[in-house]
């Protein structure tokens, strides 16, 4: 027992005098991760970086074997040989993965190595979480009523909501029992959060449902091609030909023209849309109005060149609506009103003898009216008296007006006093005659006086004088008479 105890005091003693050796252990770190694209989609590449580091306080070099990224037992990604490490230092290493599913992957990025003069292997673990998500760029289909054997129209918008742009966009459209035009377009870039849109066309064939089919085929930025769809289901409708025809003269100046309304009540756009006139007293040149859609309305102006004040036209619309030719008609009454010469404000005043009429030729109409003379018509009972047996008024523009007076005698009961108006519209010569009635203190031919009652003043005393010198003359002729007698 003893001697047990003094061989562990050898050994104790022993071993305090052999001299101690270490070796210092590298300071691996994996300092960072990153992932690139931060949201990526599916079939989306994408590349997981991560930093491994020999910090500052190491003293050894550290060879990396190997890096790779997991989850559980499955390995996405592996890169060998990778390098050394001397202290202070730092290595990144990419690793690159895609997944075809959506959703958060759960990951982690495993380091082994070893340093100098050591077998033994080193591990590192980081973990690293991805959310796969399956976004598009947005498409819309937007379309106006789908009618039966009819052309409609539609249009697409994409609408970029992703984090990046997108390039070599190409939008198509087909369909199921439709007949599509105007069916590709193409963008080399939609920036984020941009929108472009597309328009088309489309028939639908036969009474069944059909379909409408968006795809937009394009490339993220990261350079992955993909691929959304948007789908429409559409029901026909029966197409309905509703167009209304409204007309109406109008008159600007000494022009005339039928407006002629057309209104699409139906359900189809009706195209190629043409406006004639027929008239017997007119002439018209035809209007066009293209393409009217359902529900609204467009107004066609035919000019018309009158042969005669009045006339009735035949109005005629003829288009195409799908696959009809329509046609519908309607009338119209046009008037044309050229300068017309009417007497407005007329006054008669009988003045020494003489009847004096005045007023304002007016012009009636929608044109001037030159040359315009007012006279007296002379009959058995009236007779043009001086000083204006007729007036010289000139142009009277169109629904204006110019003062004039003239001048007659009158013998026996006279009610009217007729006056010829001749007036010059578009170099033809028109007259008119217009019998201006006479008030009941106007009709007798009896001298009435017109004078001031002063006047009347005067002439009594003068009267008066007149048939006293009368009477002295008749005795003073009397008595020279009895005087020659007694001779």
């Known amino acids: 027992m003893k001697r047990n105890y003094a061989l562990l005091v050898v050994a104790i003693v022993l071993l305090g005098a052999v001299p101690a050796t270490t070796v210092a252990a590298p300071l691996i770190s994996i300092s960072n991760v990153t992932v690139s694209p931060g949201q990526p989609t599916p079939g989306e590449a994408v590349t997981v970086e991560a930093t491994v580091q020999n910090l500052k306080g190491s003293s050894s070099v550290f060879h990396i074997d190997g890096i790779s990224l997991r989850r559980g037992t499955t390995e996405y990604a592996r890169v060998e040989d990778v390098g050394t490490l001397s202290a202070d230092s730092s290595l990144t290493v990419p690793l690159t993965v895609t997944f075809e599913e959506p959703g958060t992957k759960r990951l982690r990025v495993t380091v082994w190595g070893h340093t100098d003069g050591k077998s033994d292997s080193q591990n590192l673990r980081?973990?690293?979480?991805?959310?796969?998500?399956?976004?598009?760029?947005?498409?819309?289909?937007?379309?106006?009523?789908?009618?039966?054997?009819?052309?409609?129209?539609?249009?697409?918008?994409?609408?970029?909501?992703?984090?990046?742009?997108?390039?070599?966009?190409?939008?198509?459209?087909?369909?199921?029992?439709?007949?599509?035009?105007?069916?590709?377009?193409?963008?080399?870039?939609?920036?984020?959060?941009?929108?472009?849109?597309?328009?088309?066309?489309?028939?639908?064939?036969?009474?069944?449902?059909?379909?409408?089919?968006?795809?937009?085929?394009?490339?993220?930025?990261?350079?992955?091609?993909?691929?959304?769809?948007?789908?429409?289901?559409?029901?026909?409708?029966?197409?309905?030909?509703?167009?209304?025809?409204?007309?109406?003269?109008?008159?600007?100046?000494?022009?005339?023209?039928?407006?002629?309304?057309?209104?699409?009540?139906?359900?189809?756009?009706?195209?190629?849309?043409?406006?004639?006139?027929?008239?017997?007293?007119?002439?018209?040149?035809?209007?066009?109005?293209?393409?009217?859609?359902?529900?609204?309305?467009?107004?066609?102006?035919?000019?018309?060149?009158?042969?005669?004040?009045?006339?009735?036209?035949?109005?005629?619309?003829?288009?195409?609506?799908?696959?009809?030719?329509?046609?519908?008609?309607?009338?119209?009454?046009?008037?044309?009103?050229?300068?017309?010469?009417?007497?407005?404000?007329?006054?008669?005043?009988?003045?020494?003898?003489?009847?004096?009429?005045?007023?304002?030729?007016?012009?009636?109409?929608?044109?001037?009216?030159?040359?315009?003379?007012?006279?007296?018509?002379?009959?058995?009972?009236?007779?043009?008296a001086y000083p204006n047996r007729q007036f010289f008024v000139g142009t009277v523009p169109a629904s204006e007006f110019v003062s004039f007076d003239v001048y007659a005698t009158a013998s026996g009961d006279v009610s009217s006093v007729p006056l010829k108006v001749t007036y010059l519209v578009d170099d033809e010569r028109r007259q008119r005659v217009i019998d201006v009635p006479l008030a009941e203190d106007s009709k007798s031919v009896k001298q009435q006086s017109t004078t001031t009652n002063s006047r009347s003043n005067i002439l009594v005393p003068a009267a008066i004088g007149g048939v006293v010198i009368l009477a002295v003359g008749g005795i003073i002729l009397y008595a020279w008479r009895n005087s020659r007698g007694g001779d």
């Open 126 to 384: 980081y973990p690293v979480t991805i959310n796969v998500a399956d976004n598009h760029p947005r498409l819309d289909i937007d379309v106006n009523e789908s009618v039966t054997d009819a052309e409609s129209k539609g249009r697409v918008t994409i609408a970029n909501g992703l984090d990046s742009k997108i390039q070599n966009v190409e939008l198509s459209v087909d369909g199921k029992n439709v007949e599509v035009r105007n069916d590709r377009d193409v963008y080399a870039v939609l920036e984020s959060g941009s929108e472009e849109t597309t328009s088309f066309t489309f028939r639908p064939q036969g009474t069944e449902p059909h379909t409408l089919e968006a795809t937009l085929r394009y490339t993220t930025d990261s350079g992955t091609t993909r691929t959304v769809n948007q789908t429409r289901r559409l029901e026909p409708e029966s197409m309905a030909d509703r167009v209304v025809l409204e007309a109406t003269s109008n008159t600007d100046g000494d022009t005339v023209s039928a407006s002629v309304l057309v209104r699409n009540q139906g359900n189809v756009p009706v195209e190629n849309v043409t406006v004639r006139a027929d008239s017997a007293n007119a002439t018209f040149r035809q209007g066009f109005a293209q393409s009217i859609q359902p529900g609204e309305s467009k107004r066609v102006v035919l000019n018309a060149t009158m042969s005669e004040d009045t006339a009735t036209a035949d109005v005629v619309a003829t288009y195409e609506a799908g696959d009809i030719d329509g046609r519908k008609t309607t009338s119209v009454e046009l008037v044309q009103t050229p300068g017309t010469i009417g007497l407005t404000g007329l006054d008669v005043v009988r003045e020494d003898g003489k009847l004096h009429i005045s007023g304002s030729a007016s012009n009636l109409g929608t044109t001037d009216a030159d040359s315009v003379i007012v006279s007296v018509v002379k009959t058995d009972a009236v007779t043009p």
